[in-house]
């Protein structure tokens, strides 16, 4: 994915992105997609695109969204996305970044929302 496509998939709630409206087959259209991850934690989408080039988009756990500055990839960010050749997508996921909010601690869950500090 290109940053042009992860700001248009990734950066907006409701769009129309799918490809349904189009008539394509498609997986799903009952959630955001990718984006709906954030509600776990922070979301990290990093990508080598067909342009050949390294991008970054990332999503926080209050959904608010940070898109980097495309860059050349080297090496050492395929060594490091696990990708060797080609394209593809790597998405990290930080649950540590979980918002803890009222509504989980009255619900009881322990983790990841009792980290030992007061609410």
């Given at each position: ?9 990734l ?45 970054k ?53 322990a ?9």
């Amino acid at each position: 994915m290109t940053s042009e496509v992860m700001l248009k998939k990734l950066s907006r709630m409701g769009g129309r992105v799918s490809g349904l409206e189009q008539g394509l087959a498609v997986r799903g259209t009952n959630s955001r997609g990718a984006k709906d991850v954030a509600a776990l934690g922070d979301v990290t989408f990093e990508s080598i695109g067909g342009d050949g080039k390294y991008h970054k988009f990332h999503i926080s756990a209050y959904f608010e969204y940070t898109a980097y500055e495309p860059m050349q990839v080297t090496e050492e960010v395929r060594e490091n996305l696990g990708i060797g050749s080609g394209t593809g997508t790597l998405v990290t996921i930080d649950l540590d970044s979980l918002p803890c909010d009222s509504t989980r601690r009255r619900a009881g869950a322990a983790a990841p929302c009792d980290r030992g500090a007061s609410p």
